[in-house]
Each structure stands twice: as structure tokens, then as C-alpha cells.
């Protein structure tokens, strides 16, 4: 596949990369975001009250 095709995107790029690559406009709603600290904290804690 021809570099040009290729995007390496990272998710904390947001959605201006992305958008930019496949030639379509930014979305006015933020990036999608999961796992965020807080959630990925009160996983561990219920994976440790097991």
C-alpha cells in the first residue's frame, strides 16, 4: 500500500488528523473518548473486590 494511503492516527490527535486524511470535515461534537482515568480506576477497583 502507497504511504500516502496510509494514516497512523493516535487517538489523543483528535479528530482534525483523521478528518483531514479522508478528506471530510471536522464533526462539532468532541472526539470519542473511553477508558478515561477515572473509568479505568473504578474498573480496577471492582476487579480487585472480586
Not at 26 to 34: G, H
Amino acid at each position: 500500500i502507497p504511504a500516502e494511503r496510509l494514516l497512523v492516527h493516535s487517538a489523543k490527535d483528535g479528530w482534525e488528523p483523521l478528518c483531514a486524511f479522508l478528506g471530510k470535515p471536522v464533526p462539532a461534537e468532541p472526539y470519542p473518548r473511553t477508558n478515561s482515568k477515572e473509568e479505568f480506576f473504578q474498573h480496577m477497583t471492582k476487579a480487585d473486590n472480586m
